[in-house]
């Protein structure tokens, strides 16, 4: 087996990935960096995001009101230690990227220019049209690439956190041109995986978003947190879950119900006009307006599809030259993926599993509880965005805890010199064992991958969808622990070295298998409704019991639910209002 080494390890070629490489290659060029990544980095799902990225620059605007929204919009669940950190940081970090070219949008005069999104009280998204993320992550890549010394291991695929010790020194990982597994050591790792969306049937998340960072930590030890906070996003297209980013409500998109409605104000979500209004209607947070639409469902009250009920997005009163000029994307996929055009006619819209707000425990720094491991990005749960993340939060949170992981493990690696080389090599090379024994030498499995990751997928909508209750959690306990067993009995039809990516989808298929089991379990046991977790059977919020983080900790057996206390600094618990 060939062993690599260097002094910090970057797993993910993302928006946080290449976030902390560009820290590590500027502020501290003598470190030797690696970034591991299972696809080249420019296909990372980074680049699929729209809307834009959030951070404070016009002068009606002021740290404290991103603060407060983002707390409320967590419905109080978000560290506000974390928080505070956060929207200081963001737009230093927003100017950054302008420096290093990534391509905002102007005022005519020339001065950035800013869109309304969803529950933020002021215009504060920075947006690029709505390609954000393509010119984001276009724009970190071709800086890291600045840094010569920076090792580039695209198209390789970790298996496994080498931990000794107590302390995480390297992974193992599959290149996948050659099939073979390597041993990549490291003072210092950085988990930048991204999210867990593949968990559901329907999804805006890409194929490769399959909770592999989180669960290679929480087998190294480190707790899940937060894990029934699943975000479904009030607009994906009907069958594909292409998403239509929230960016065409913020330039003044409607949402309506069958008789041409603007069935919001019917929510708590404020009179239709005057028009636009802030934190209101269209501009309401992700969770209310997906839970609308269960409710209008319900009444029958939205449309037929080929790919089940919608209500519809129209954007026809913009006119052609602004959807032209600020929703390009849109028009683009509507019509390719839904066959209508919005300038002439509304879209076909439904909510669709978006995001993760939970994931891998960390401090305010990316630290997880084990030594030398480092987490940032939608893989970690620091916790930002706490029960409901706000639209436009996520993009920036890579930077800004990209960058504060790098730092952290900067220092941590300057000061763990040593690595445990020999007991190293030996684990990678058990891994290596494990992979050919379980997957490429195994005979007389009977279970099939597409089938476990279908049943995954309808346990976890029925049991974790956009309202939940006990009726529907409990028995999913059973049937996901069931599905852990019987992929112990898979087989793989391709036995090959080279690009073998059926051997892919099945280590994804167990990482993502660990996750659902922690995410069903914390929602079973949370029992109160906070965010994005609406159980019908405790309809309310309770602080008394449940204002705590759930932390998932990996047994032999069921995960343990443990519980760790939310930090309050300045916005004590309080109702969350929105529409007035
Ligand atoms: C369609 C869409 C639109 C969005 N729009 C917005 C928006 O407008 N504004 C906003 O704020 N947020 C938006 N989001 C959310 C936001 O884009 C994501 O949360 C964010 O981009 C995640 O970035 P990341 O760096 O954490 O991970 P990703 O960009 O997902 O990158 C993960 C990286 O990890 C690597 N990786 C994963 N597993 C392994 C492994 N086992 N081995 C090696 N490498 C691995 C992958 O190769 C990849 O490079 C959107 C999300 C989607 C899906």
Not at 323 to 347: C, M, Q, S, T
């Amino acid at each position: 087996m060939e062993i690599h080494e260097h002094d910090v390890v970057i797993v993910g070629g993302g928006g946080a990935g290449l976030r902390a490489a560009i820290e590590l290659g500027e502020a501290h060029p003598h470190l030797r960096v690696a970034v591991v990544s299972k696809v080249y980095p420019m296909r990372s799902h980074t680049v699929a995001a729209e809307g834009g990225s959030a951070a404070v620059i016009k002068p009606n605007d002021s740290l404290d009101h991103h603060a407060y929204d983002t707390v409320s919009g967590s419905d109080w669940l978000g560290d506000q230690d974390a928080i505070e950190a956060f929207v200081k940081e963001a737009p230093g970090e927003m100017i950054r990227m302008d420096h290093w070219g990534c391509p905002w949008s102007r005022e005519p005069d020339g001065h950035v220019a800013v869109r309304p999104f969803g529950g933020m009280t002021i215009e504060r998204t920075w947006y690029a049209a709505d390609k954000s993320g393509f010119h984001m992550l276009h724009t970190l890549f071709q800086t890291a690439l600045k840094f010569q010394a920076t090792k580039w291991y695209h198209e390789w695929f970790a298996t496994k956190l080498l931990v000794d010790e107590g302390r995480c020194q390297g992974i193992t990982a599959i290149e996948l041109l050659t099939g073979q597994v390597h041993a990549i050591l490291a003072k210092a790792v950085i988990l930048c995986t991204g999210g867990m969306g593949r968990l559901y049937p329907y999804t805006t998340n890409g194929a490769i978003k399959t909770a592999d960072g989180m669960a290679l930590s929480y087998r190294a030890g480190v707790a899940l947190k937060d894990m029934e906070f699943v975000q479904y996003h009030p607009t994906g297209l009907p069958g594909s879950g292409i998403l239509i980013t929230e960016g065409a409500r913020g330039d003044g998109g409607i949402l309506v119900n069958k008789d041409g409605y603007r069935y919001l104000q019917d929510y708590g979500l404020g009179p239709p006009d005057p028009w636009p209004r802030l934190r209101a209607m269209e501009l309401g947070p992700r969770d209310r307006l997906s839970q609308a639409f269960v409710h209008e469902d319900a009444k029958g009250r939205t449309i037929q599809t080929p790919f089940g009920t919608a209500v519809h997005l129209d954007l026809r009163h913009l006119g052609e030259a602004k959807i032209n000029k600020k929703l390009p994307f849109v028009r683009e996929l509507a019509k390719n993926y839904a066959g209508i055009d919005p300038v002439h006619d509304p879209i076909p819209v439904r909510p669709v599993v978006h995001y993760a707000m939970g994931g891998i425990d960390t401090d305010i720094h990316g630290a997880t509880t084990v030594p030398g491991l480092f987490a940032a990005g939608e893989c970690a749960c620091i916790s930002l965005n706490g029960a409901n993340r706000l639209g436009s939060n996520s993009l920036t949170e890579l930077l800004v805890f990209g960058r504060r992981a790098a730092a952290a493990a900067a220092r941590f690696a300057t000061e763990h010199p040593k690595l445990a080389k020999e007991l190293l090599k030996k684990q990678a090379a058990d891994e290596e064992g494990r992979i050919a024994a379980q997957f490429i030498r195994k005979q007389g499995g009977k279970e099939r991958i597409a089938t476990l990751r279908r049943e995954m997928n309808l346990v976890m909508e029925e049991s974790t969808g956009i309202y939940r209750d006990g009726k529907t959690l409990e028995p999913a306990l059973p049937k996901i622990a069931a599905l852990k067993e019987r992929f112990r009995n898979v087989t793989l039809d391709d036995r090959t070295a080279p690009f073998n990516t059926e051997l892919i989808s099945a280590i994804e298929l167990e990482f993502m298998l660990e996750v659902a089991e922690a995410a069903i379990h914390s929602a079973f046991q949370r029992k109160e409704s906070r965010g994005s977790h609406q159980r019908t059977d405790f309809p309310k919020r309770d602080d008394q019991t449940f204002l705590k983080h759930s932390m998932a900790y990996r047994t032999d057996g069921a995960p343990r639910i443990g519980y760790k206390d939310v930090v309050i600094t300045r916005w004590p618990p309080a109702e969350r209002v929105y529409g007035k």
